[in-house]
Structure formats: structure tokens, C-alpha cells
């Protein structure tokens, strides 16, 4: 089976350009470098793959582009504007209207239906009750749930409720879409429906960035970007 969202709203893509960053924790035992003096370059309406071993980078380098954490140094100019000088109410605003985030184990709230999960992120942006409703039928016809909007997520498989969070990463029409280990949960057959529903994202025009350690998938995607140890291993 193979679901493309159609068309959305939305003009193009943004596009990233990540200068030296440098991300660092600190744990009682020991300070970990997760990222090295990264640099790199995402154009408008690219479809990117961030491909590495687990605890190379990748959902780092994603969780500081989507704005979900801040860098130890660095900078994220996306189009023209830096993500790491903007205000915790300003990274509220980016995050809710400039990024889509796909997570690996979905993110839905269990106590609400697919349709209440999607209308969510568009009440905290004041979108209409009627207009809430539409678009997130719409959303769900779109990727093959029209009749599961009323399903609760314990009521729907794996690969339904990826594609519910993908819809709800659409929700706002974000030009941006980030994906962390999107298929790290589901068989193949859904592995394959949710990476196609991506790809076609990036030929709307949306920028797509998916960190993956799974071949079949990156190799889905237009660039990929090889990670290890914090760094990118090949050219930019």
C-alpha cells in the first residue's frame, strides 16, 4: 500500500544551515560530547537522510534544529533566522508553526481520539473549532484513517498510529518535518508506507530531515548524511 499526502498549503521548504555547532551534556560521572563542530547544509524541499550507529548524533542534531534543546555552541540559521537566539516564547512559536516533529513511539496522547490528538496542536494555534475539525479529516482521509478518527491510539496498530503522528506533525502546515527513527517500531510492510509518506512530503516542497540507521530507509531519500562520533564522516 502507498499513501502520498497530497498538496498542502504551504509555498516551499526552509532552508538550514548548521555552523559549528557543538552540543555537550553533562552527567555526574563524566561531560559527553554529542556533538562535534558540526556543520552542514539543508536546501528548500530536500529530502535528507542523518544515517549513523546509535548515540552518533542524529536525534541531537535534530532535537536542536526542531528547537526541543539549545546548542553548547554554534549556530542554526533556518532561512534567515538564527534558532539559537530566539527567546523560549519564540522557540514555542517556531516549534508549533515552522516544525513538524515525527517521533519514534508516536507521541500520542492516550486518552484522546486520532481527530482530538490532531485538532490539538491547532487550538493552541487558534484555529477555528470548524476549521480544526476539517482539516484534520482531511488529514487522516488523506493517509488512509478516515474511518478511524474516532479510535483512541491503543485502538489503532503501530503503523496507524505512525501515520496519525505524521498527520499531526502536518497539522500546522510546517515547512520544516524532522523525523527521529520514524520506522525504528513497525514491520516492513508499514516501514515502507510510512517512509513513501516522507518522501512525498519533500516533493511538496517541505524540507524532510530523518535520522535513520536503517539503509532501506535513507536510501528512500534524496541525500544522505553519514554520522559518527558526533561528526558528519563524509563531505559536505
Do not use: W
Amino acid at each position: 500500500m502507498k499513501i502520498v499526502v497530497e498538496k498542502s498549503h504551504q509555498t516551499g521548504g526552509v532552508s538550514i544551515r548548521v555552523a559549528d555547532i557543538t552540543k555537550t551534556y553533562h552527567t555526574a560521572a563524566a561531560e559527553v560530547v554529542a556533538l562535534d563542530h558540526v556543520t552542514r547544509q539543508f536546501m528548500p524541499g530536500e529530502s535528507a537522510a542523518l544515517m549513523g550507529p546509535s548515540g552518533c548524533g542524529k536525534t541531537s542534531l535534530l532535537n536542536l534544529i526542531g528547537g526541543i534543546d539549545g546548542t553548547t555552541g554554534g549556530s542554526i540559521l533556518v532561512d534567515d533566522v538564527d534558532v539559537t537566539k530566539l527567546t523560549e516564547r519564540e522557540l514555542e512559536n517556531y516549534r508549533l508553526r515552522q516544525v513538524g516533529y515525527v517521533f519514534q513511539f508516536f507521541n500520542l496522547i492516550p486518552s484522546l481520539t486520532a481527530l482530538e490528538n490532531l485538532e490539538l496542536p491547532m487550538l493552541i494555534a487558534d484555529v477555528s473549532k470548524e476549521d480544526r475539525r476539517a482539516r484534520a479529516q482531511a488529514l487522516l482521509e488523506r493517509v488512509g484513517l478516515g474511518q478511524k478518527g474516532d479510535k483512541r491510539p491503543e485502538q489503532l496498530s503501530g503503523g496507524e498510529q505512525q501515520r496519525v503522528a505524521i498527520c499531526l506533525a502536518l497539522v500546522n502546515d510546517p515547512p520544516l518535518i524532522l523525523a527521529d527513527e520514524p520506522t525504528g517500531n513497525l514491520d516492513s510492510a508499514n516501514n515502507g508506507v510510512i517512509t513513501d509518506l516522507l518522501v512525498s512530503l519533500s516533493k511538496q516542497g517541505k524540507t524532510v530531515i530523518v535520522a535513520t540507521h536503517d539503509p532501506k530507509v535513507a536510501e528512500a531519500f534524496s541525500h544522505i548524511h553519514l554520522m559518527r562520533d558526533g561528526r558528519f564522516v563524509d563531505s559536505d
